[in-house]
């Protein structure tokens, strides 16, 4: 079975896990008795005719067994009795508290709903339900574009040597574009998306692949081409 925390944000399967409840021997149960013959009954001695006399008349009595006495019946814990099994909270489960279960039809769903973009969220009635993710923040858009520049300008150091292979016109280009890139810092504002996209929505890597990245044909080999620079290997 498969359960969903809303406190973690993650999935649990008992197979795992473990189960919320187990069945063991009841600690209450006592042994039933059952009546035995007492194993500390001694058979009684009685008087009879001496088995091994061979000679005249009646044989001297001596004492014998008791070939007919029965020993008493006293009770003794039945060894056959079975406990009966009881329901309790399992110690050695990994379950949250607060983790309700789903189908595995849900859980399946959920998956592919991610996969696709979407992000899993918790339902007011604590089920997990996917959504569309919320627009990235400011903070957010700021930190990936610093993060982009310094990428850009890391890519582009060697421009600014002296034994670079650009004219002066082209080194000046890349001064000017270098020093726009330095003031992304000092830019107070980014532009909020109205949502997100992912690589399917332009038609997926290969398509992207062929108009942005191709070393010959693509835009971005294209700008760079234009700036002095060519991608080609």
Wanted: glycine fraction near 6%; include cysteine; aromatic fraction near 8%.
């Amino acid at each position: 079975m498969i359960f969903f925390s809303p406190k973690t944000g993650g999935f649990y399967d008992t197979d795992i896990h473990g189960e919320r409840t187990r069945l063991a021997p009841d600690p209450s149960w006592v042994r039933p008795t059952v009546q035995v013959p007492d194993p500390e009954w001694t058979r009684p001695m009685i008087q009879a005719p001496d088995p091994e006399w061979k000679g005249k008349g009646d044989a001297p009595l001596v004492e014998i067994e008791d070939p007919d006495a029965e020993p008493p019946m006293v009770e003794a814990p039945d060894p056959f009795a079975v406990a009966p099994f009881i329901e309790e909270a399992n110690p050695d489960c990994l379950l949250p508290d607060d983790a309700v279960a789903i189908t595995p039809e849900q859980h399946a769903q959920l998956m592919a709903d991610q996969e696709s973009g979407k992000v899993i969220t918790v339902s007011s009635d604590g089920t997990p339900v996917a959504a569309a993710p919320p627009p990235p923040t400011p903070d957010f858009l700021a930190a990936q574009a610093r993060a982009r520049r310094d990428q850009m300008l890391g890519a582009s150091d060697w421009t600014q040597l002296p034994d670079a292979p650009l004219t002066a016109d082209q080194q000046t280009a890349w001064r000017t574009r270098r020093q726009f890139l330095r003031d992304l810092p000092n830019q107070s504002k980014f532009p909020t998306p109205k949502g997100l996209f992912t690589i399917r929505d332009l038609g997926g890597w290969k398509k992207v692949d062929a108009e942005f990245f191709d070393p010959n044909n693509g835009s971005v080999a294209k700008i760079e081409q234009d700036a002095g620079v060519s991608t080609a290997k």
